[in-house]
Nanobody, 124 residues
Framework: QVQLVESGGGLVQAGDSLRLSCVVS????????MGWFRQAPGKDREIVAA????????YYTDSVKGRFTISRDNVENTIYLQMNSVKPEDTAAYYC?????????????????WGQGTQVTVSS
């Protein structure tokens, strides 16, 4: 059984930086296309960023391009989301997810395994 555990969330001020981590256990992380999603209160869960199995290709939603960076360390079975210049609208619960799809996966339905989430709150 694959387990995903996120960490690194917290309360920060606008303009600060934060790095989220997601540790994969039960299977090697390199078997999965990985994504970070977020969900704000009253809103649908949305893709933030995604990364291919090798780490050579990535996807970002428009609102985080140039500010967030997704990366992975398949030796450590860990996926990261570096968040720079955060804004109050980045406030949400952030979830790590693993997909068995071949190729890009940006829909929640494309992901089979999910973590419990880590809260990020950005004050203005």
């Amino acid at each position: 059984q694959v387990q995903l555990v996120e960490s690194g969330g917290g309360l920060v001020q606008a303009g600060d930086s934060l790095r989220l981590s997601c540790v994969v256990s039960g299977q090697t992380a390199s078997a999965y296309y990985m994504g970070w999603f977020r969900q704000a209160p009253g809103k649908d869960r949305e893709i933030v960023a995604a990364i291919s199995r090798s780490g050579s290709n990535s996807y970002y939603t428009d609102s985080v391009k140039g500010r967030f960076t997704i990366s992975r360390d398949n030796v450590e079975n860990t996926i990261y989301l570096q968040m720079n210049s955060v804004k109050p609208e980045d406030t949400a619960a952030y979830y790590c997810a693993a997909s068995t799809r071949v190729g890009i996966a940006i829909l929640t339905t494309s992901y089979r395994y999910w973590g419990q989430g880590t809260q990020v709150t950005v004050s203005s």
